[in-house]
């Protein structure tokens, strides 16, 4: 009997957490590939298991068993009407604006119902086995480690065997057979269950498993339940947090989401397990000494190797997921509160989900709520030390009150005195001025050594790290902010540096644009652009040809690109983030547009998307530029995509790619996509920047061109720094349905 619950809770959790990936992939070519996008795709999938806990919890205590079997039967063979999952056609996103609103419509209609279904059984069963004559009976939480389980590897199984070897078709029909499976195993359950009941067994004490007679006793209270919802929702906005702030800010690496969503289940079935795997006391002991230098890092935006960052952000993350959700283990109530203690919590998940996805990109202009999810869990901690009294209450507020206005009163001073301005310009390294110095004093050292002494008080520890997320808002440093502002599609700043002779665009940590305030230069491509490196090579060839191009750029970024255009030529940028083109047409931030291209069209709304609906053969240039942080969204650069394109060039037109990338091998897929299509391409690589360039703004970048034919492109093909494309033929072309981010993915 055990055998069949734990094998049907397995089966339905891997169905759940592998549907979602396969999802995320089947609406990329609508939305793109932004951190946001799965934020609001996990929300929704929250909001819908928050869905499928309540109505768990009305069956369990509102329905006999009879009729509990009859209705869920019913339920369980609703999803058969939709299977397999596909999308609706021609139901496209908004063109301006945030598409959060219409992806959650979208994935209602296309999984909603699938997922909601399973999302019942892990409550639900154990509910059942709950009232079964099992040894285990009164104790089923343990079976939600096989839950839980069963989602890490579903996750885990999607990029590592899935997504290599089917193409989505053929993933939404195996799903189809898997769901078919779980109907067979929910039978069985139900059939143990009734079989169970007709032999009027009842619940058994086991000697190895502890009776919870004490949680019986004690009553469900507000403050109880409120608790519950508290210490779900703080792992669950850190998971998406730290997701949203290291794929973003740290390293743009394509499935890194996979990792604290993992640890975020594994840590579910460390705490679930029938024994104690971990010691909560030592968890609790460790985790002010992981959480402040984490919590310095974020504040600070501090770098290094990947290894070492990773195991700083998602090590400090499974421990504090481990620390909240041991705590709720520990509280969990008995057999017959089980279904309404899932519930609330589902609801603190999905209001972590709804904090992170929604009401972050609304009220904050940073990703301000990874350092409050950190804050949240030190407060939540259990105390090292009981007792105290009145006396101690009142210290927990007073002391961390002290040290902040200590601290701030010591900067302003120092601003009143003129100190802050003049160690702004004392430069001590290529990096750092000495008011990077104080920053760090100011911001981390004093008071991470303090909160440390408070470690032992975990208000007074809580409120000492917010204090430090204050200090951390003062405006020390060396690279002053003139414009941040933060949407949908992520966090987007231009920055000025100390001496104030550029200004540069930032998303997460990468640059998007970079431009020189010198008037003799400021009109001068940089960064990417520059006019010695591919893209210079592709205009010097092919400008002579026709001086009345008609070019079409998907991705604007600062502009930069505009001052290649010539008077009569005419130039459309295609960009989905409304906020890039707000900061490209302020000639207070950046100046190329209004100077080199005054008349130019901006087209809001997804590149592929839009571009679709601009009439065929009406472009003799079409470059790719459109970076979602540090990598090129999959949909953009498809078969597919590279076939719509085409049909929008006139004949003897090019294609120009961006594909300057840290981590994705973007060459080799482009490369089978040409040969798959006949198309001819060259590649140049430039690395060779040297200090005068550098100081001129200069990045290191890589480019690749695609033509019908070898003449199309100029003299490209005879530049001896740029060579033709090589076709893997072991390496199958990407469309919509097929691609495999893992297998060109380069970790460094």
């Known amino acids: 009997m055990l055998a069949v619950f734990t094998i049907c809770l397995f089966a339905s959790a891997f169905l759940l957490f592998l549907v979602e990936p396969m999802v995320a992939k089947m609406v990329l070519p609508l939305v793109g590939g932004t951190s946001a996008v799965w934020a609001t795709s996990v929300l929704f999938f929250q909001t819908v298991l928050l869905v499928g806990y309540g109505y768990s919890h009305w069956l369990a205590m509102r329905l006999a068993w009879r009729w509990q079997a009859l209705l869920h039967g019913l339920l369980l063979l609703a999803p058969l009407l939709v299977l397999p999952i596909h999308l609706i056609p021609g139901w496209n996103p908004p063109a301006t604006g945030s598409p ?24 639900l069963i154990q509910h059942w086995f709950s009232r079964t004559g099992h040894a285990h009976a009164q104790d089923p939480y343990f079976l939600y480690r096989a839950s839980n389980l069963g989602s890490a590897l579903g996750l885990l199984s999607y990029p590592a065997l899935i997504e290599p070897h089917f193409g989505l078709h053929a993933q939404t029909d195996l799903w189809r057979d898997g769901y078919v499976a779980f109907l067979v195993l929910s039978v069985l359950c139900l059939a143990a269950v009734a079989w169970s009941r007709s032999l ?4 058994l004490p086991s000697s190895t498993v502890p009776v919870l007679a004490v949680e019986e006793s004690r009553p469900i209270t507000w403050r109880r339940r409120l608790k519950w919802v508290l210490l779900a929702a703080i792992p669950s906005t850190w998971m998406l947090a730290v997701t949203s702030y290291f794929t973003t800010v740290i390293r743009p690496i394509p499935l890194l989401w996979v990792i604290p969503l993992a640890l975020y289940l ?9 024994r104690q795997l971990v010691s909560r006391y030592w968890l609790n002991r460790l985790f002010p000494f992981y959480a402040l230098p984490l919590l310095g890092m974020v504040l600070l935006g501090g770098g290094g190797p990947f290894w070492l960052l990773a195991a700083l952000h998602f090590g400090a993350f499974f421990l504090g997921a481990l620390l909240c959700h041991g705590e709720l283990a520990a509280d969990r109530p008995a057999a017959a509160h089980l279904t309404e203690f899932y519930w609330w919590l589902a609801v603190g998940g999905a209001t972590g989900g709804l904090l992170t996805a929604l009401v972050a990109p609304l009220v904050f202009n940073d990703f301000l709520e990874y350092p409050l999810a950190i804050i949240g869990a030190a407060l939540l901690r259990p105390a090292l030390a009981q007792g105290g009294g009145a006396r101690s209450r009142r210290a927990d507020l007073l002391l961390p ?4 206005a200590g601290l701030l009163v010591v900067v302003g001073a120092m601003s009143v005195a003129g100190i802050l301005g003049r160690l702004n310009q004392v430069p001590l390294t290529s990096a750092t001025t000495a008011s990077d110095l104080l920053r760090v004093l100011v911001v981390f050292a004093i008071p991470a050594a303090i909160s440390a002494a408070f470690s032992w008080r975990p208000i007074r520890f809580g409120l000492a790290t917010a204090a430090m997320l204050l200090l951390a808002l003062v405006p020390l440093g060396s690279q002053p902010v003139i414009f941040q502002q933060r949407d949908f599609y992520g966090v987007h700043k231009v920055v000025s540096d100390p001496a104030g002779t550029r200004h540069a665009l930032i998303d997460g940590g990468t640059i998007h644009g970079l431009q020189l305030l010198d008037p003799r230069t400021r009109d001068l491509p940089a960064s990417y652009y520059s006019s010695s490196g591919p893209m210079g090579d592709v205009f010097a060839a092919e400008q002579p040809v026709d001086g009345a191009w008609s070019v079409a750029v998907i991705g604007l970024g600062a502009g930069a690109m505009a001052c290649y255009a010539q008077p009569r030529q005419t130039w459309t940028f295609y960009e989905i983030d409304p ?3 707000q900061i490209a047409r302020d000639p207070a931030l950046f100046t190329f547009l209004r100077d080199c291209t005054p008349r130019a069209g901006i087209v809001l709304g997804d590149g592929r998307l839009t571009m679709a609906r601009a009439p065929d053969h009406g472009y003799d240039l079409i470059v790719l530029d459109a970076f979602g942080s540090d990598s090129v969204p999959v949909h953009l650069i498809t078969r597919e995509a590279i076939q719509l394109y085409l049909s929008k060039l006139r004949p003897g037109g090019i294609l120009l790619f961006n594909i300057s990338n840290k981590y994705v091998d973007l060459a080799s897929v482009l490369a089978g996509e040409a040969a798959s299509l006949s198309l001819v391409g060259f590649q140049r690589t430039d690395t060779g920047v040297t200090a005068d360039q550098a100081a001129a703004g200069k990045f290191p970048s890589a480019w690749l061109v695609m033509a019908q034919a070898a003449e199309n492109l100029g003299g490209i093909p005879l530049q001896p720094d740029w060579h033709g494309l090589q076709a893997n033929p072991r390496q199958p072309v990407w469309t919509d349905d097929f691609s495999d981010v893992l297998t060109v993915t380069v970790l460094r």
Request: aromatic share 12%; net charge positive; no cysteine.
């Open 200 to 203: 009027g067994a009842s619940p």
């Open 100 to 123: 959060a609103l219409w992806l959650v419509l979208l994935l209602s209609v296309t999984v909603g119902l699938p997922f909601m279904v399973l999302s019942t059984t892990s409550p």
């Open 401 to 404: 009150a002290a040290m902040l």
């Open 266 to 274: 594994f840590s579910f079935a460390v705490v679930f397990a029938r």
């Open 579 to 581: 906020v890039v083109a």
